[in-house]
């Protein structure tokens, strides 16, 4: 079965540092978000791509965030300038057609110190 | 954003049915109702959708009400492996899901 692959699975940096979480949506997929989780809490959606742009983003997805399809397989998420409050599970989904199912990937956990 | 309201938490038998309920009263006419799970330190993971009929495939089945505005995912026979987050969700125009608390479904053997 096909698979939304994240890389790494857990990232530790310094506060302050840049950071870009990588995933690999799944080949024939048109829709991509990127969503987190802070420990305990419930999973935020944080932006949606599609068509090499963002359809859509929470308040949480500030400037210190953006995205990227860098080479038509990848899918970036990249924090500029890390906050303790950064630290939480990503994860990253894509989606065939508007209201199928989305496939997530298993997370990178990002650590903050 | 419409919004979906469902138990905190619910427990079943091994090898019996699971019927969780939700409720989604504003749900608009192009709102699919989804429904994911997250297993404990995992992502979400699809389980089933459906936007007006009641839908089945291999994990589970989807009951929709006739107005729309409630839901039932059913799992036949619940496992072990079964025990997990549900979440149920209104997709919206982008198809952005937003994740409430979810159901905590508890399996005992």
């Known amino acids: 079965e096909p698979e939304v692959t994240q890389t790494p699975s857990h990232q530790v940096t310094q506060m302050g540092q840049e950071v870009i979480l990588r995933c690999v949506p799944i080949?024939?997929?048109?829709?991509f978000y990127w969503y987190r989780q802070i420990l305990g809490q419930k999973v935020e959606f944080l932006v949606s791509?599609?068509?090499?742009?963002?359809?859509?983003k929470s308040e949480i997805f500030d400037d210190q965030f953006s995205v990227e399809r860098p080479d038509g397989s990848n899918f970036t998420l990249k924090i500029r300038s890390t906050k303790l409050e950064d630290s939480a599970m990503y994860f990253c989904?894509?989606?065939?057609?508007?209201?199928?199912?989305?496939?997530f990937g298993s997370g990178t956990r990002l650590t903050v110190v | 954003d419409a919004k979906t309201t469902q138990p905190n938490s619910m427990e079943s038998n091994e090898e019996e049915p699971v019927h969780l309920p939700c409720n989604h009263s504003?749900?608009?006419?192009?709102?699919?109702i989804h429904w994911y799970r997250q297993l404990p330190s995992q992502g979400p993971e699809y389980v089933i959708h459906?936007?007006?009929s009641n839908v089945n495939n291999r994990m589970a089945s989807l009951a929709i009400a006739e107005d729309r505005k409630s839901s039932t995912l059913i799992l036949h026979r619940a496992t072990l492996r079964d025990a997990a987050v549900y979440y149920c969700?209104?997709?919206?125009?982008?198809?952005?899901?937003?994740f409430g608390a979810g159901t905590q479904v508890v399996v005992t053997p």
């Open positions: 989904a894509s989606g065939g057609q508007l209201g199928d199912g989305y496939t």
């Open positions: 080949s024939n997929h048109l829709y």
């Open positions: 791509f599609y068509n090499n742009e963002i359809s859509e």
């Open positions: 504003t749900i608009s006419g192009t709102d699919y």
């Open positions: 459906g936007l007006t």
């Open positions: 969700i209104l997709t919206d125009s982008w198809g952005k899901l937003q």
